[in-house]
């Protein structure tokens, strides 16, 4: 299969992309990626009245799709509460309350409380939320974006199965393995951090939680559980050599950058379950031995974004949430930046549409407003990662390929 490239990547475009948009009423706006991101500019833009708006998807629709944990800090929670998605809907526990813990010899051994400035969700939640209110005929599952391709003036994008579709605007929200970033990007490549986010569902009764624990047992480990509907969500991070990654799961971290729970294999819960034993205070150790539901992400970092926003022939491309900057799980930032960029992208646009603002100025002040937040959260994932004593230093990152 051919991959179509970029015709102009970074040089002049053949016709002024400021006007593409202007003289327009109804833009076409493709967005690629369906997930927590790409659901939420859907929506956005829909509810500001642009009616031509078609998102992309990967995966097939019946492929089932779960995901943990998610902290949404006030800003994001407001976006979605703008969008008429009442908070019961996808909050399931409302507690503020995180507890963070010093473990030692499986014992606790100080306690801090504070409070998180938002409210803690779950993939499957909000992106059921989401994904419910997109109208018939927006969301195309099953159609993978493999290149762009502005020979003829206006974006066309290729997708896997052969198809072409035209757009102005291309809004990459593609996650962490972004096909847009290596075509509009491409410099900028992962880089595994030499540590992994296991991740667990335990039916333990969830009655028995309703906060945010936070374990920390000393170096090379750290330790989340929370209560979501069914029972408990805990994350794991450990320590992993890229060998021990490939022994794990499979295939090594920068192609297998979701072990989902038929990439689980014995060595992997041995691993897990050895830890737990060794690090947690004998309850938690329980809730981990008892899980069966398991997954894995290995923590990857890249360097910082310098822009948003790229002239594609006579149209735009963008690119939002994991897209842009896959961050650390620690930081707790990425579906938050990604709703965030969302919610200033759909400002700019409806600006532009409704009030004939220059098109490139809104971009460029949309840039200018949620790039300063997206390099932080790039930054501060590896001090964390420092202070956790978790994985490879980050002066010494070991290069890998972003390929799927
Ligand atoms: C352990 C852990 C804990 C986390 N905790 C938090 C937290 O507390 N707070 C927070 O804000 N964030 C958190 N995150 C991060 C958060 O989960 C991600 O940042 C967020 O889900 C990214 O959403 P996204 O829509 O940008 O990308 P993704 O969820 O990766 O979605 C990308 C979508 O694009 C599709 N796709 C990919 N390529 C193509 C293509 N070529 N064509 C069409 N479709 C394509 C994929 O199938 C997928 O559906 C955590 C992450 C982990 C791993």
């Known amino acids: 299969m051919a991959r179509h490239l970029l015709t102009h990547p970074t040089g002049a475009p053949r016709s002024s992309p400021i006007s593409a948009l202007a003289h327009r009423t109804q833009p076409r706006i493709a967005v690629v990626g369906g997930s927590l991101t790409g659901c939420t500019i ?34 994001a929670l407001d976006v979605l509460d703008r969008l008429g998605i009442d908070q019961s809907e996808f909050v399931a526990y409302d507690s503020e309350t995180v507890w963070q813990v010093t473990v030692r010899a499986r014992q606790y051994i100080h ?5 998180y400035p938002g409210r803690n969700t779950t993939w499957t939640l909000l992106h059921r939320a989401l994904i419910s209110r ?3 005929g927006v969301l195309h599952t099953g159609r993978r974006l493999t290149g762009i391709d502005a020979t003829y003036g206006q974006p066309l994008l290729a997708l896997a199965d052969g198809s072409r579709e035209v757009a102005d605007l291309v809004v990459f929200a593609d996650g962490r393995a972004s096909t847009g970033r290596r075509l509009l990007d491409p410099s900028r490549r992962l880089r595994y951090a030499g540590y992994v986010a296991h991740r667990g569902h335990a039916p333990t009764p969830e009655a028995l939680m309703r906060d945010f624990l936070r ?68 309850s938690h150790a329980a809730t981990v031995h008892a899980t069966t539901d398991r997954m894995a992400v290995p923590v990857m970092d890249i360097d910082p974004p310098t822009r948003m926003a790229w002239p594609v022939g006579s149209g735009w491309a963008v690119l939002l949430g994991d897209a842009l900057a896959p961050v650390r799980p620690h930081t707790a930032r990425g579906a938050n930046n990604g709703i965030e960029q969302a919610a200033g992208l759909a400002a700019a646009l409806t600006q532009h ?48 390929s972003n390929s799927t």
């Open 215 to 282: 374990l920390e047992p000393g170096p090379g480990c750290q330790y989340n559980v929370a209560p979501v509907p069914g029972g408990l969500d805990w994350t794991f991070y450990l320590t992993c050599t890229p060998a021990d990654y490939t022994d794990h799961f499979g295939a090594p971290p920068q192609r297998r950058m979701f072990a989902l729970p038929h990439h689980i294999g014995p060595a992997a819960r041995a691993h897990v379950d050895a830890h737990a034993t060794r690090l947690l205070p004998a």
């Open 353 to 400: 549409r409704r009030f004939g603002a220059d098109l490139q100025a809104a971009l460029r002040g949309w840039q200018h407003r949620h790039l300063p937040a997206a390099v932080a959260a790039v930054h501060q994932g590896p001090a964390i990662g420092a202070r956790l004593g978790l994985g490879t230093p980050a002066r010494s990152p070991q290069p890998t």
């Open 42 to 75: 859907a929506l956005l833009l829909l509810d500001a009245g642009f009616t031509d708006v078609a998102l992309y998807e990967a995966a097939p629709g019946a492929t089932p799709r779960e995901g943990g944990l998610i902290g949404l800090e006030h800003p």
């Open 134 to 136: 997109l109208p018939h």
């Open 111 to 115: 306690t801090a409380q504070q409070l």
